[in-house]
């Protein structure tokens, strides 16, 4: 049986106005090659209720990217340089992932998906990298979003450097936030040559990674970024928690 991988989706605005949900199939077509069945989780009225009722069926949670994290999560007021916000997506999030923390769920979290976690597990934020004087390489590319732009070096003995093989990585760049403190019971596996950390993992549980790249964009290009989809996808099938 393939494992049921849940997706979040970002609110956007379809035809007649009406709010929907989004997702880019690169997320889901990733998911399904590395053998899971992609389910889309939408915000609205299911949204609000529903991280406990999906979690009960869900075998994996993989958070997308999307709009800025609200920094009232990590005890801050908004910053100038902070962009859109969406208090739905955000409540939705957080409840996935303190659900799935306690059912020790395998977790993908990408881009701002890194970012939710980090804060729900107690971390913190820049809000904006610029504004903050963060961030010395450019972590918004203007190359095509496959491109590897910037390297990262990642922590031998990692999860991440164990799924990869490799102790570097080149990878794309799409973001203006950053995770500034990593929560209590996660580590940074992977940083920019500026500093700032490009990937977390949990110290407690079987698969919770967080990456600050987007590997959707370059699988197809470079099979190496599939590997992390498979690996969590096949975390993601093993029921049972791990005997260690
Ligand atoms: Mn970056």
């Known amino acids: 049986m393939r494992p049921w991988i849940g997706v979040t989706a970002s609110q956007q605005i379809g035809g007649g106005d009406l709010p929907g949900a ?16 992609p389910v889309i989780l939408p915000l609205g009225e299911a949204g609000a209720h529903g991280a406990h009722m999906w979690l009960e069926r869900l075998d994996g949670l993989m958070l997308t990217g999307g709009v800025d994290v609200d920094p009232a999560f990590f005890g801050e007021e908004p910053g100038r340089g902070l962009g859109e916000v ?44 610029a ?30 450097a164990e799924i990869l093989g490799l102790n570097e990585l080149r990878v794309n760049s799409f973001h203006h936030q950053a995770v500034r403190d990593v929560a209590p019971g996660m580590r940074a596996v992977a940083r920019s040559a500026d500093g700032l950390v490009e990937a977390i993992e949990s110290r407690r549980h079987r698969f919770v990674v967080g990456v600050q790249w987007h590997p959707e964009h370059m699988w197809r290009k470079n099979p190496t970024h599939l590997r992390l989809f498979e690996a969590f996808v096949r975390a993601a099938g093993r029921r049972e928690p791990a005997a260690d």
Do not use: F
């Open 22 to 37: 989004w997702v880019a199939t690169e997320y889901t077509d990733a998911v399904l090659v590395a053998g899971g069945v």
């Open 131 to 160: 504004s903050q004087g963060k961030g010395a390489l450019q972590h918004r590319q203007r190359a095509p979003r496959w491109h590897g732009s910037h390297r990262v070096e990642l922590t031998p003995g990692s999860k991440i």
């Open 86 to 129: 969406c208090p739905e997506r955000d409540a939705l999030e957080t409840a996935l992932v303190e659900e799935a923390l306690l059912r020790d769920l395998p977790v993908l979290a990408i881009c701002r998906g890194m970012q939710v976690m980090n804060v729900t597990a107690g971390g913190t934020l820049y809000q904006d990298l």
